[in-house]
């Protein structure tokens, strides 16, 4: 986002000294901050509409669709702080002359139609819009299922803020570097809110399923396979998109293995909120899914040593990296030392624990450590780095609760450990 912002400044300073006056009066400076403001905020928005579309290169240059949604978020933080500016160096030009404070240069009214004030107009309701669609998706006061729904308004408030960017353009010489960006920008984050709009985001990543397998765990648990109709593109450690057409937006679970050959897809989810409580109680064989994926990068370190954490439902994902290594379709050779801890609460939410430990026996390097919380037996850092003989040269792949990562990093740093080296998915999706 730095870098970001640095682009944006640049071009609005080379504008800046392409536009310097006789006198610097007030109506002088208010522009450049209009100009500033104008400049920063759009270009956050264009980023976060090319960001909401999911493109596969970017999520590779961000390090997974996690990274992307939390830049996003902090994008449409930054456009709510620059439009706020932008909004009260404009209202200040008029509120000051009405106080008599300082007094407006004349400029003749132009012949026919003044598309200035239309424009003015246009981004004043849009920026109206964008303060409450931005306070209730940062404040989270609706559910997730409204939220997605209200978030397509952001294509529409976007296309608006759009057009009276290029409307408010004056097209000079000057101004020539600054209006190529602001109609770039506007192109590319049109492009987006139509994809979003028309409901095409992520649609060459899209199968069709049909649920062929169910299976219930200690009643808040659910396991089940999805058989699609077409290969879909996955790496171990990745998540997808499930959409069972129930009327919910599609929800985002970690895929816990993937037959290639019989095109067959399997999930776990624990009921950790309303809708997929509703999912454990409710999925039956035959139900129709859509299936978008695989995202993240999750995936299979290169080091010679590592620690795994799969703290609860978090195991998934590590389910399917042993998956890969035992069945040999992932060369998985870097690896000399690897420590697996599986932190369940108790025996009977340790859902997984006979398929890991089948599963590590057929791997030499990987030692599984079972962790239960009732009985006492809680991860801490200090267990990790006794057990990596007090060395510093180790990755640890987490998946787990936020708070539960941060307590790790934590102990971890203190020990002289690079915090680089923990890799985790940020699964919040708003």
């Known amino acids: 986002m730095r870098r970001l912002t640095g682009g944006l400044f640049f071009i609005w300073a080379v504008t800046f000294l392409f536009s310097l006056p006789a006198t610097f009066d007030f109506f002088f400076w208010r522009r450049q901050i209009i100009l500033l403001t104008g400049i920063l905020s759009f270009g956050y928005m264009s980023v976060a509409m090319l960001l909401a579309i ?3 290169w970017l999520e590779k240059r961000l390090n997974g669709l996690d990274k992307m949604y939390r830049l996003h978020k902090y994008l449409g933080i930054g456009s709510l702080v620059a439009l706020s500016a932008h909004w009260l160096a404009f209202k200040a030009g008029k509120w000051l002359t009405q106080a008599g404070v300082v007094q407006r240069p004349f400029r003749p009214e132009a012949p026919g139609i003044n598309w200035h004030a239309i424009a003015n107009d246009i981004g004043e309701w849009a920026f109206y819009a964008f303060i409450v669609f931005a306070l209730v998706s940062l404040l989270k006061v609706v559910s997730y299922k409204r939220f997605v729904i209200l978030h397509k308004l952001a294509g529409v408030i976007f296309i608006a803020g759009a057009v009276h960017g290029a409307m408010s353009l004056k097209y000079l010489m000057n101004t020539m570097l600054y209006d190529i960006a602001i109609i770039a920008m506007a192109l590319v984050g049109c492009y987006c809110a139509l994809l979003s709009l028309t409901s095409q985001i992520g649609s060459n990543k899209k199968v069709n399923g049909t649920v062929t397998h169910v299976e219930r765990y200690a009643d808040n648990a659910v396991h089940f396979q999805i ?8 790496q171990p450690g990745q998540f997808a998109y499930l959409n069972f057409h129930d009327g919910e ?8 293995n993937y037959d290639k050959q019989q095109k067959i897809i399997e999930i776990a ?10 999912l454990v109680n409710h999925l039956q064989t035959g139900q129709q899914v859509e299936v978008e994926g695989g995202y993240g990068k999750f995936l299979l370190s290169d080091k010679k040593k590592q620690v795994w954490v799969g703290a609860g439902i978090g195991v998934t994902p590590f389910i399917a990296w042993l998956e890969s290594m035992a069945s040999g379709s992932n060369a998985q050779t870097s690896a000399e030392k690897i420590i697996f801890f599986y932190c369940a609460r108790n025996r009977q ?3 997984f624990i006979e398929r890991l430990q089948r599963l590590t026996r057929r791997i030499s390097h990987v030692e599984l450590r079972v962790l ?3 009985d006492g037996e809680l991860l801490t850092p200090e267990e990790i780095i006794h057990l990596m003989d007090n060395c510093t040269d180790y990755s640890v792949s987490f998946c787990g609760p936020e708070l539960f990562a941060e307590h790790l990093k934590k102990g971890l740093s203190a020990s002289g450990w690079c915090q680089s080296q923990f890799h985790h998915e940020i699964f919040s999706m708003r």
């Not at 937006?249 to 816990?256: A, D, E, G, I």
């Not at 989810?269 to 509703?278: C, I, Q, R």
């Open 372 to 374: 239960l919380a009732d």
């Open 54 to 56: 999911r493109p596969a």
């Open 269 to 278: 989810v624990k009921a950790l909120g309303d809708y997929t409580a509703k």
């Open 227 to 234: 058989t699609v109709n077409q290969p879909m593109k996955y």
């Open 349 to 351: 939410e340790a859902f």
């Open 249 to 256: 937006s599609p929800h985002p679970f970690t895929v816990v």
